[in-house]
C-alpha cells in the first residue's frame, strides 16, 4: 500500500472507490458500527442493509453492497463484540485484503484514541499485502485508505496511524522475503537485499563473506554451507541512537533453503523449505522499523544466513565441528543446522555485552507439534520471556513461554566432544533452546521458535495472508519500543 490518510472531514468530501464500515452486536442485535462521519439517515440505512442482508458482525465476514443511499459502494466487516485494536486490526486487514480491485477504501469506523486508529491503519497495510514478483495478480491490491475520524489532527492520533503504518510495511518487506524463491534469494542476494533496505537509514551494515567467517572461526555457520554452491554469510546491523536507553541483540536464522543436507528432508517436507529464513527476516525489519521509527535503544542485529544443501563437500553425520566460542560440536543429523549457525552469531554478539539477547528461528517441526501452527514458543529468562509475551499480546501475535528443563540437558552431551547437536525425540523444541543457552553464557536471553507461525499454507485471515507471515516483526518492535536498561 503506498498511502494512508486521516481525514476529519464529512464523507461527502471524500472521492473514494469504496466506503468500509463496521458491524457489531448490541442486546443480541446486529447494528452498524461506525463513526462520527456517518449521519444519523445513513446509520438508519445501514441498519437497513444488515437487517435486510441478514450481515453477520462474526470478526472478518466481509459484505459488499450497493444502495442508493450512498454515493459509493459500501463494504460492511464483522468487528464482533466491544472490538478491542487487536479484533478492529484483524476485521480491517481482512476487509482491505477482500476489497482488492479497489485502488483506494475510504475506513469508516468509531475511533475513540490513538491506539484504535493505529490499529487500523496497520491492518490496512497488513490486509493490503500481495505477492506478485512471479505472478500477477488477478485484482490490484488496495493502494490508499483515509481513515476517517474527528480526531485526525491531533498528534498521537497522527504519530499513532504512521507508526502503525511503518511497522506493518516492515511485516510486508518481511513476507516478501521469505516468498521469494530459493534460487533468487540465497546468502549473498540476502546479504546484498539487507545493505539496499538499510540505505538512507541510520543503520551500519556489515557483511561477513566465506573468507572472513573461516578466519572469524564461525565453525557452524561454514559446516551447513559447505553443501551449497552459494557460501555462508554473516550480517550484522547497527542502529546505535545517541543517548540509547539500552542495547537490545537481535539474532535471526536465515537458512535460506533447508533441504536437511545429507540427513535428507522427504520431497514433501522440502516444498515450504524457502521460509527457513523467517527469523532473520523478521530481525532485518524489526531493526529497520526501529531506525524509521527512532526508537531511543540501540539494536544490533545478526542475520546468520547459509543455505543447507546435499553434496560431496556437505557435512556429514559424525563429523566434529568446532564453534566460534571454542565449543566442540559433534553432528549427529544434518537437518538440526539452524542451531549451528544461530550458536556462532549468538556467541558472536554476547561479545558486545548487550543488556537483552533475543533469538528468533524456524527452529524445531517439534514447536508445530506442540504448539500448532499460529502460537510461537518463547524460552529464556523469565522476566524477558514475560516481556515477550507481554509485547506479542500487544501486537496481535501468539507466544507461548516454554520451560528449559536441566534434565534434558543430559540428551545433549556427546562421548566425544563438548556437546551434540540433537538431543532426545522428546522435548526437541525444548532441547533445541537448551543447546543454545549454552552459548549466551549469562546474558538475559530468549529465544523465540516461530517454526509453525512463520508460514501460512492454508487460505488467508483477517490480515494473515497465504505464504510469508512476518511473522515476529511486530513483537521484536513492541519490545524494542518498551525496552529500558
Not at 9 to 18: G, N, T
Request: proline share 5%.
Amino acid at each position: 500500500m503506498n498511502t494512508v490518510e486521516l481525514h476529519a472531514k464529512k464523507l461527502s468530501a471524500i472521492k473514494a472507490d469504496v466506503l468500509l464500515v463496521g458491524a457489531t452486536k448490541v442486546d443480541d442485535e446486529v447494528v452498524p458500527f461506525g463513526g462520527p462521519a456517518i449521519t444519523s439517515k445513513a446509520d438508519h440505512a445501514l441498519a437497513n442493509l444488515i437487517s435486510q442482508l441478514d450481515i453477520s458482525c462474526t470478526e472478518g465476514c466481509v459484505t459488499k453492497v450497493m444502495s442508493d443511499q450512498f454515493a459509493t459502494p459500501v463494504a460492511i466487516v464483522g468487528v464482533g463484540e466491544n472490538p478491542s485494536p487487536e479484533a478492529l486490526r484483524r476485521a480491517v486487514g481482512s476487509a482491505v485484503r477482500n476489497l482488492a480491485g479497489f485502488a483506494h477504501v475510504a475506513i469508516c469506523l468509531p475511533t475513540s484514541g490513538a491506539e484504535e486508529v493505529g490499529a487500523i491503519a496497520e491492518g490496512a497495510v497488513l490486509g493490503s499485502y500481495a505477492f506478485a514478483q512471479y505472478k500477477k495478480c488477478e485484482k490490484d491490491p488496495v493502494e490508499k485508505v483515509t481513515i476517517v475520524t474527528p480526531i485526525a489532527g491531533e498528534k498521537d492520533v497522527k504519530a499513532a496511524a504512521q507508526r502503525g503504518a511503518i511497522l506493518a510495511t516492515g511485516v510486508n518487506r518481511a513476507r516478501d522475503l521469505v516468498n521469494m524463491a530459493p534460487n533468487d534469494l540465497v546468502p549473498e542476494t540476502f546479504a546484498d537485499y539487507a545493505t539496499q533496505a538499510a540505505k538512507g537509514l541510520k543503520v551500519k551494515v556489515t557483511i561477513l563473506d566465506e573468507k572472513k567467517l573461516a578466519a572469524g572461526g564461525y565453525g557452524g555457520i561454514i559446516a551447513v554451507g559447505m553443501g551449497s554452491d552459494n557460501p555462508p554469510r554473516l550480517v550484522q546491523l547497527e542502529y546505535s541512537p545517541a543517548k540509547a536507553t539500552g542495547h537490545v541483540s537481535l539474532v535471526g536464522k536465515g537458512i535460506t533453503f533447508d533441504s536437511g543436507g545429507l540427513s535428507l528432508k522427504p520431497g514433501k517436507g522440502m516444498e515450504t523449505m524457502k521460509c527457513d529464513m523467517g527469523g532473520a527476516a523478521a530481525v532485518l525489519n524489526a531493526v529497520l522499523v526501529a531506525a524509521e521509527l527512532k526508537l531511543p535503544v540501540k539494536v544490533t542485529g545478526w542475520l546468520a544466513l547459509a543455505e543447507n544443501m546435499p553434496s560431496g563437500g556437505a557435512q556429514r553425520p559424525g563429523d566434529i565441528i568446532s564453534m566460534y566460542d571454542d565449543t566442540t560440536v559433534e553432528v549427529l543429523n544434518t537437518d538440526a543446522e539452524g542451531r549451528l549457525v544461530m550458536a556462532d552469531a549468538l556467541a558472536r554478539a554476547i561479545e558486545d555485552k548487550p543488556d537483552a539477547l533475543l533469538d528468533i528461528a524456524t527452529l524445531t517441526g517439534a514447536a508445530v507439534v506442540a504448539l500448532g501452527e499460529r502460537t510461537a514458543g518463547v524460552m529464556g529468562d523469565e522476566q524477558l520471556r514475560s516481556d515477550i509475551v507481554a509485547a506479542a499480546d500487544a501486537a496481535g501475535e501468539a507466544f507461548w513461554p516454554m520451560p528449559l528443563p536441566n534434565e534434558l540437558k543430559e540428551g545433549l552431551k556427546s562421548p566425544v566432544a563438548d556437546l551434540q547437536n540433537i538431543g532426545d525425540r522428546w522435548g526437541g523444541m525444548l532441547s533445541a533452546g537448551l543447546f543454545l543457552q549454552h552459548f549466551v553464557k549469562d546474558t538475559p536471553w530468549a529465544h523465540l521458535d516461530i517454526a509453525g507461525p512463520a508460514f501460512h499454507e492454508k487460505a488467508p485471515y483477517g490480515y494473515t495472508p497465504k505464504g510469508g507471515t512476518g511473522f515476529g516483526v511486530r513483537t521484536l518492535v513492541g519490545l524494542l519500543e518498551n525496552f529500558e536498561k
